[in-house]
C-alpha cells in the first residue's frame, strides 16, 4: 500500500483510506510542503487552486526537495495551458474533481507504479490541439531518412 499525502476535503481523505495510506492531510500549499518533508509519502495528491500556495509552485518545490515523489492534481481546471503547467512542474497524474471516485484510486495505483494518466476530457482537447496543428507530412521526412 502506499503512502500519500492530500490537499483534500475530508470525505475524500476517508474514501481514500479504505485503499490507501492516507499520512496527511492539508489545506493549503505550504502546509502540504511539511508534512510532505515530514513523513516522506510515496504520492502527493494535490489541486492547482489553493491558498497560501498554489498546487503548480508547491510541485516544484516537492520535485526539487524529493525528487522521487509522485505528484496527482486532483483539480477543476482543464484548460491546456494549466495541465502543461502541472505536468512541466512535475504533475504524472490529472485528474478532474468531476472525476468518479474508483477512477481517482485507479490514478492513484497507477502512479505509484510509475505509470502516467491524465483524466479523459485534457486528454481529448491534447489530441485535438495535436492534430489541427500538423505541419508537412512525417511519410515525406522518413522517406529521406530512409534512402
Given at each position: 500500500?502506499?503512502r500519500?499525502t492530500?490537499l483534500?476535503?475530508?470525505?475524500?481523505?476517508?474514501?481514500?483510506?479504505?485503499?490507501?495510506?492516507?499520512?496527511g492531510?492539508?489545506?493549503?500549499?505550504?502546509?502540504?510542503?511539511?508534512?510532505?518533508?515530514?513523513?516522506?509519502?510515496?504520492v502527493?495528491?494535490?489541486?492547482i487552486?489553493?491558498?497560501?500556495?498554489?498546487?503548480?509552485d508547491?510541485?516544484?518545490m516537492?520535485?526539487?526537495?524529493?525528487p522521487s515523489?509522485?505528484?496527482?492534481?486532483?483539480?477543476?481546471h482543464?484548460?491546456f495551458?494549466?495541465?502543461?503547467e502541472?505536468?512541466?512542474?512535475?504533475a504524472?497524474?490529472?485528474?478532474?474533481?468531476?472525476?468518479?471516485?474508483?477512477?481517482?484510486?485507479?490514478a492513484?495505483?497507477?502512479?505509484?507504479?510509475?505509470s502516467?494518466y491524465?483524466?479523459?476530457?485534457?486528454?481529448?482537447?491534447?489530441?485535438?490541439?495535436?492534430?489541427?496543428?500538423?505541419?508537412?507530412?512525417?511519410?515525406?521526412?522518413?522517406?529521406?531518412?530512409?534512402?
Open positions: 500500500m502506499k500519500i492530500l483534500l476535503a475530508d470525505g475524500l481523505v476517508h474514501m481514500l483510506r479504505r485503499d490507501f495510506d492516507v499520512v492531510a492539508a489545506h493549503d500549499g505550504r502546509t502540504m510542503i511539511e508534512i510532505a518533508k515530514e513523513q516522506r509519502p510515496d502527493i495528491v494535490t489541486d487552486s489553493m491558498p497560501n500556495l498554489n498546487g503548480i508547491a510541485a516544484r516537492l520535485r526539487q526537495d524529493i515523489i509522485k505528484i496527482l492534481f486532483l483539480t477543476m482543464s484548460d495551458p494549466l495541465v502543461g502541472a505536468f512541466r512542474a512535475g504524472s497524474v490529472f485528474v478532474l474533481k468531476t472525476c468518479d471516485p474508483s477512477e481517482l484510486v485507479r492513484i495505483q497507477s502512479i505509484a507504479k510509475g502516467t491524465i483524466t479523459p476530457q485534457p486528454a481529448e482537447d491534447l489530441l485535438s490541439i495535436l492534430m489541427t496543428t500538423r505541419s508537412e507530412p512525417v511519410a515525406q521526412d522518413l522517406t529521406a531518412v530512409v534512402d
